[in-house]
């Protein structure tokens, strides 16, 4: 395996292997990478996550605030933080997750790297 695909597919090892759900964001908070477990928290399939918006999940901030505040302004280019928020599931039952998340430049473009954490260990 050359660097590349050997880098891919330990990237896509440490995805499979987390516990909490990892989802990667566009600037406009599209996703863009999921894991399973991500997936599962919500009750949807992978291909259904990706490509959805944060705003379509998210159940305890507002659009204006998630894509006009948290995705430009608190989430800076390598610095972590860390919040509780609410997360909707696709048959509408809300949960409380904790969230950690940072802002890096990946090709050229800024992503979030987000991790949720069901906050009663569902």
């Known amino acids: ?3 590349t ?5 330990r990237n896509q090892l440490l995805l499979r292997a987390a516990c909490d759900g990892i989802h990667v964001l566009d ?3 599209n996703v863009i990478e999921a894991n399973e477990q991500f997936c599962l928290m919500l009750g949807y399939r992978r291909e259904e996550v990706l490509g959805m918006n944060v705003v ?3 159940a305890s901030m507002t659009p204006e ?8 302004h608190r989430l800076r280019l390598n610095t972590a933080i860390t919040f509780e928020s609410r997360h909707r599931r696709r048959d509408g039952v809300v949960f409380d997750v904790w969230i950690s998340a940072t802002a890096f430049m990946l090709d050229g473009k800024r992503v979030i790297y987000a991790s949720a954490r ?3 260990g569902r």
Do not use: C
């Open 1 to 3: 395996l050359n660097r």
């Open 5 to 9: 695909a050997r880098g891919s597919a």
């Open 27 to 29: 600037e406009r908070g």
């Open 56 to 58: 379509q999940w998210d």
């Open 65 to 72: 605030v998630l894509l006009e505040d948290l995705l430009p």
């Open 118 to 120: 069901d906050k009663i």
